[in-house]
T-cell receptor, first 112, second 113 residues
Framework: GDSVTQMEGPVTLSEEAFLTINCTYT??????LFWYVQYPGEGLQLLLK?????DKGSNKGFEATYRKETTSFHLEKGSVQVSDSAVYFC???????????FGAGTRLFVKA | KAGVTQTPRYLIKTRGQQVTLSCSPI?????VSWYQQTPGQGLQFLFE???????NKGNFPGRFSGRQFSNSRSEMNVSTLELGDSALYLC????????????FGPGTRLTVL
């Protein structure tokens, strides 16, 4: 079945460091891919998405490129801030599916 | 537009009791999904409803059930509570035309003693 694997956390970085959170997926067909973020005490919110191969999703300085050849959707940010501290979830929705599959989540701590 | 609302936000129950959680989706959203979030298991899909019909169900025992009303509001029920049911229960709504994006509520924190 469909699945999402993302790097285990926690990831601890200093402010202004470069961030990469790896995400790979297994799916039949052509899924849409998402990154969601969860701040403490809140529900998840969409950070960015890509719906087809080679699409790049971007938002708030975060980027991820849909790589079908490597079945990956890694999240990157050039310079993290303390306010980026949160849990990040990679997810996929397959064509015609009614169920979004989430990765286990990666907790990010950014130190001032 | 108001976001997804969930009530109550916090709940404490004892083993063997039952509980009902409520979710009001964003106006116009007809799809509602429920998830259980725990530190050990992450985010686990419970079920999804669209226009009062359950379209998909996760791998949870029959003690977990749900329904959706004609105004798209949804409830989930857990009967015969167990300690392991302690979790954050998240509801999400979506539009068919939103490209799969889900809008989450803040969750209901259930503690079973």
């Amino acid at each position: 079945g469909d699945s999402v694997t993302q790097m285990e956390g926690p990831v601890t970085l200093s402010e202004e460091a470069f961030l990469t959170i790896n995400c790979t997926y297994t799916a039949t067909g052509y899924p849409s891919l998402f990154w969601y973020v969860q701040y403490p005490g809140e529900g998840l919110q969409l950070l960015l998405k890509a719906t087809k191969a080679d699409d790049k999703g971007s938002n708030k300085g975060f980027e991820a490129t849909y790589r079908k050849e490597t079945t990956s959707f890694h999240l990157e940010k050039g310079s993290v801030q303390v306010s980026d501290s949160a849990v990040y979830f990679c997810a996929l929705l397959n064509t015609g599916g009614f169920k979004t599959i989430f990765g286990a989540g990666t907790r990010l701590f950014v130190k001032a | 537009k108001a976001g997804v609302t969930q009530t109550p936000r916090y709940l404490i129950k004892t083993r063997g009791q039952q509980v009902t959680l409520s979710c009001s989706p964003i106006s116009g959203h007809r799809s509602v999904s429920w998830y259980q979030q725990t530190p050990g298991q992450g985010l686990q899909f419970l079920f999804e409803y669209f226009s009062e019909t359950q379209r998909n169900k996760g791998n949870f025992p029959g003690r977990f059930s749900g329904r959706q009303f004609s105004n798209s509001r949804s409830e989930m029920n857990v009967s015969t509570l167990e300690l392991g049911d302690s979790a954050l229960y998240l509801c999400a709504s979506s539009l068919l035309t939103s490209g799969g994006e889900q809008f989450f509520g803040p969750g209901t924190r259930l503690t079973v003693l």
